[in-house]
């Protein structure tokens, strides 16, 4: 059974900094790839970050520049490090996991970031 747990998420300043963090537990395939989504209230969810099956990564426009995306294949670890952060990056962070084979995906619980002075 696979399980994915999203952490890291608080409250920061503007400007400042956070990882995120993604841990996968369980089995899965080498057709999976990461990727990092956020949900504002009373918005849809929107990918933010992710690796493509190449291994190359993509970012949406408002976080190019600040937000990187990476992983640890080994420890079955993912993380979101964001930078410069601002008000308009608070939301539900959540990380997914998504065969570019199958379709299968998984989702973390999510874990809050709050950019607020």
């Known amino acids: 059974q696979v399980q994915v747990k999203d952490s890291g998420g608080g409250l920061v300043q503007p400007g400042g900094s956070l990882r995120l963090s993604c841990a996968v537990s369980g089995s899965i395939d080498n057709t999976f790839v990461m990727g990092w989504y956020r949900q504002a209230p009373g918005e849809q969810r929107l990918l933010v970050a992710a690796?493509?099956?190449?291994?190359?990564?993509s970012y949406r426009d408002p976080v190019k520049g600040r937000f990187t995306i990476s992983r640890d294949n080994a420890n079955n670890m993912g993380y979101l490090q964001m930078d410069s952060l601002k008000p308009e990056d608070t939301a539900v962070y959540y990380c997914?996991?998504?065969?570019?084979?199958?379709?299968?995906?998984?989702w973390g619980q999510g874990t809050q970031v709050t950019v607020s002075a």
């Open positions: 690796f493509d099956r190449s291994g190359r990564t």
């Open positions: 997914n996991l998504r065969s570019w084979y199958s379709g299968l995906e998984y």
